[in-house]
């Protein structure tokens, strides 16, 4: 965890808070809110931009999660936002229905409990392009933390509220740097260096990682659909008991 040897751990799944708030207070650089405002602007210049794209991709992929296993299309989560506030995170339904929405366990794009398509939708970062709808309600921007869900967020208060300073992303230094094994501190700590480096030229170095990473997971999926490999549970009984498992 690069420039956060200071930090101290709490709880279980040792979490990192920062050693003091104002090491990572935004509202102090003078610039750093007029550029918050910029991005508003940007990220819905952004979403008009990519409209005529994303109606008819969402259109397949919707029609295709709906055929390949039971259950509804959109998957719908609390999520803490800028300022603490609480909204619904949007995306495609990847997992079996039953399946726990909280886990200790990570869950991977090859788990019993992801659907067919799932997996592929996740190694694509398909799943996400329904975050958009966030992004236009003002929930997301495009660039930003990792969105904490509900039940994490109160184990590491101070490291929270520094995150809350910006609306979280459907991309962003932690996103770009995940992996299936990656332990949430690591994560974290991602996501706090983002806050330290909070600017135009750190935003500009994670659309570059995105682009990356997009490309990257796009190929590992087709790789992946060609080989009939990571298929996921999709109508496989055995997704049942591996929710049960976990629950």
Same mark, same amino acid.
């Given at each position: 965890?690069?420039?956060?040897? &200071?930090?101290?751990?709490?709880?279980?799944?040792? %979490?990192?808070?920062?050693?003091?708030?104002?090491?990572?207070?935004? =509202?102090?650089?003078?610039?750093?809110?007029?550029?918050?405002?910029?991005?508003?602007? @940007? *990220?819905?210049?952004?979403?008009?931009? +990519? @409209?005529?794209?994303?109606?008819?991709?969402?259109?397949?992929?919707?029609? +295709?999660?709906?055929? *390949?296993?039971?259950? !509804?299309?959109?998957?719908?989560?609390?999520?803490?936002?800028?300022?603490?506030?609480?909204?619904?995170?949007?995306?495609?339904?990847?997992?079996?229905?039953?399946?726990?929405?909280?886990? $200790?366990?990570?869950?991977?794009?090859?788990?019993?409990?992801?659907?067919?398509?799932?997996?592929?939708?996740?190694?694509?970062?398909? *799943?996400?392009?329904?975050?958009?709808?966030?992004?236009?309600?003002?929930?997301?921007?495009?660039?930003?933390?990792?969105?904490?869900?509900?039940?994490? $967020?109160?184990?590491?208060?101070?490291?929270?509220?520094?995150?809350?300073?910006?609306?979280?992303?459907?991309?962003?230094?932690?996103?770009?740097?995940?992996?299936?094994?990656? !332990?949430?501190?690591?994560? %974290?700590?991602?996501? @706090?260096?983002?806050?330290?480096?909070?600017?135009?030229?750190?935003?500009?170095?994670?659309?570059?990682?995105?682009?990356?990473?997009? =490309? $990257? &997971?796009?190929?590992?999926?087709?790789?992946?659909?060609?080989?009939?490999?990571?298929?996921?549970?999709?109508?496989?009984?055995r997704a049942r008991q591996a929710a049960d498992d976990l629950?």
């Amino acid at each position: 965890m690069r420039g956060h040897a &200071g930090w101290r751990e709490i709880s279980a799944l040792d %979490l990192p808070e920062p050693a003091s708030a104002v090491r990572t207070d935004i =509202c102090e650089r003078r610039w750093a809110l007029r550029y918050l405002r910029l991005r508003r602007a @940007l *990220d819905l210049a952004v979403c008009a931009a +990519v @409209l005529p794209i994303w109606i008819p991709l969402v259109a397949v992929i919707a029609l +295709v999660v709906k055929l *390949d296993s039971p259950g !509804p299309v959109v998957f719908r989560q609390p999520r803490v936002g800028r300022g603490g506030r609480v909204f619904e995170i949007y995306k495609f339904r990847t997992m079996v229905v039953g399946a726990p929405q909280f886990s $200790a366990a990570k869950i991977g794009a090859a788990h019993p409990l992801v659907t067919r398509i799932g997996g592929f939708l996740r190694r694509a970062c398909l *799943d996400e392009l329904l975050q958009l709808v966030n992004v236009v309600k003002g929930e997301m921007s495009w660039i930003g933390p990792r969105p904490e869900q509900l039940v994490l $967020a109160h184990l590491h208060p101070a490291s929270q509220a520094a995150r809350e300073q910006v609306l979280p992303g459907v991309t962003g230094w932690w996103q770009v740097h995940h992996r299936d094994d990656s !332990p949430l501190a690591e994560g %974290l700590a991602y996501d @706090l260096e983002y806050i330290e480096r909070f600017g135009p030229l750190m935003d500009l170095r994670v659309v570059l990682a995105t682009f990356r990473v997009l =490309c $990257a &997971g796009f190929v590992a999926a087709l790789r992946e659909a060609w080989r009939g490999r990571g298929r996921g549970a999709g109508w496989d009984p055995r997704a049942r008991q591996a929710a049960d498992d976990l629950e």
